[in-house]
């Protein structure tokens, strides 16, 4: 059993950066690929970026990249997603989400992750 919980949302202009953070309970942490997905009121929820168990391969829509990093500190068991030139488009809960399985051609999907954090709400102001 994994336990997530995002922190670092809040209300920023557009232009403007944000960290979000994603702190993991449990000691197989490192053994889970993570992922960021996002959704805004009446969409469905949609990818943002995946990194594997290591830190070696990550993934992104492409709509972020260039502006959004995704990292992991296994040592503190922790995810982060760095945002920068954000968008008001991009005003959405975001959510972090955990999987044993390695991060294949399906990482994009939501249902092929197992758990889930409660979300943070990011706003971007324009």
């Known amino acids: 059993q994994v336990q997530l919980v995002e922190s670092g949302g809040g209300l920023v202009q557009a232009g403007g950066s944000l960290r979000l953070s994603c702190a993991a309970s449990?000691?197989?942490?490192?053994?889970?690929?993570m992922g960021w997905f996002r959704q805004a009121p009446g969409k469905e929820r949609e990818f943002v970026a995946a990194?594997?168990?290591?830190?070696?391969?990550?993934y992104y829509t492409d709509s972020v990249k260039g502006r959004f990093t995704i990292s992991r500190d296994n040592d503190k068991n922790t995810v982060y997603l760095q945002m920068n030139s954000l968008k008001p488009e991009e005003t959405a809960v975001y959510y972090c989400?955990?999987?044993?399985?390695?991060?294949?051609?399906?990482?994009?999907?939501?249902?092929?992750?197992?758990?889930w954090g409660q979300g943070t709400q990011v706003t971007v102001s324009s």
């Open positions: 990194i594997s168990w290591s830190g070696s391969m990550t």
């Open positions: 449990g000691r197989t942490f490192s053994t889970y690929a």
């Open positions: 989400a955990a999987r044993r399985a390695a991060l294949v051609s399906d990482y994009r999907i939501p249902s092929k992750y197992d758990y």
